[in-house]
């Protein structure tokens, strides 16, 4: 038998800086990579990081993230 997925619903009360989430990305680095309203959230897992234009974003509202075919998100 294989292994059930586990799915966990993630909002404003765990970490995102916001409820907008536009998209998701897996990178290569296997973090999850969410787009919001008020910036990119960084997933490993355990922990997550926001990035905003504090960071060096151009704006906090992130509506599309893609990657290259060098793993590059942008």
Not at 16 to 24: A, D, I, R, T
């Amino acid at each position: 038998m294989g292994q059930d997925p586990y799915f966990e619903n993630l909002t404003e009360d765990e970490f995102l800086p916001s409820n907008q989430v536009y998209g998701m990305i897996q990178g290569s680095d296997h973090k999850m990579y969410f787009n919001t309203d008020r910036g990119v959230v960084v997933f490993n897992g355990y922990n997550y990081r926001v990035l905003t234009l504090r960071d060096g974003l151009n704006d906090n509202c992130i509506l599309r993230m893609s990657m290259d075919r060098f793993n590059r998100i942008w």
